[in-house]
T-cell receptor, first 117, second 118 residues
């Protein structure tokens, strides 16, 4: 399978614990995005990497959240001191860069569903 | 900031019939894309159809077509000959064209839950 993969698929944790999610993009995709989807809502943008550089962060990404993409390959999203409001589906997407005049489709992973008790 | 509004939280249609999902958006940008994504239950998001804002011709992909009204900022999805496998959440999304350096983050609506009944 050469699609975007995410691990784990489900995570249940207690309030106050730290959690880390991993995303493996499609090989050679330069861009990687993290989105958060809460129940009954559409996904909301969290952050974006181009290769290893984190170029944009949403205001949704509080200081308890940190994302990395070492070596421009896989990415991790860590949430420290989790709160019940962090319960959501965390989606990762990757896209190539095909050129200024071309459309760069985002391919989504299956998501990590986080439940904070 | 861009916003995307889907005013139909839920819709249902009989198998083989046609259904139209509505979407409106707000932006001051001139160069952008619009999308419809499908999210089946417990499965990942997949792209259904896209529309470039500079193109006047409405996009079509097999049974899926859009009605893009740029001046009205409206972007509806028509599904013809509905199939049971079309049952899913459908999200309308907006993307500002970012070029090679800019983020091309997607801005999503809240979604419409479509059920196709046998």
């Amino acid at each position: 399978d050469t699609g975007v993969s995410q691990d784990p698929r489900h995570k249940i944790t207690k309030r106050g614990q730290n959690v880390t999610f991993r995303c493996d993009p499609i090989s050679e995709h330069n861009r990687l995005y993290w989105y958060r989807q809460t129940l009954g809502q559409g996904p909301e943008f969290l952050t974006y990497f181009q290769n290893e550089a984190q170029l944009e962060k949403s205001r949704l990404l509080s200081d308890r959240f940190s994302a990395e993409r070492p070596k421009g390959s896989f990415s991790t999203l860590e949430i420290q001191r989790t709160e019940q409001g962090d319960s959501a589906m965390y989606l990762c997407a990757s896209s190539p860069i095909l050129g200024r005049r071309r459309y760069n489709e985002q391919f989504f992973g299956p998501g990590t569903r986080l439940t904070v008790l | 900031a861009q916003t995307v509004t889907q005013s139909q939280p839920e819709m249902s249609v009989q198998e083989a019939e046609t259904v139209t999902l509505s979407c409106t958006y707000d932006t001051s940008e001139n160069n952008y894309y619009l999308f419809w994504y499908k999210q089946p239950p417990s499965r990942q998001m997949i792209l259904v159809i896209r529309q470039e804002a500079y193109k006047q011709q409405n996009a079509t992909e097999n049974r899926f077509s859009v009605n893009f009204q740029k001046a009205a900022k409206s972007f509806s999805l028509k599904i013809s000959d509905s199939q049971l496998g079309d049952t899913a959440m459908y999200f309308c999304a907006f993307m500002k064209h970012g070029g090679q350096g800019g983020s091309e983050k997607l801005v999503f609506g809240k979604g419409t839950k479509l059920t196709v009944n046998p």
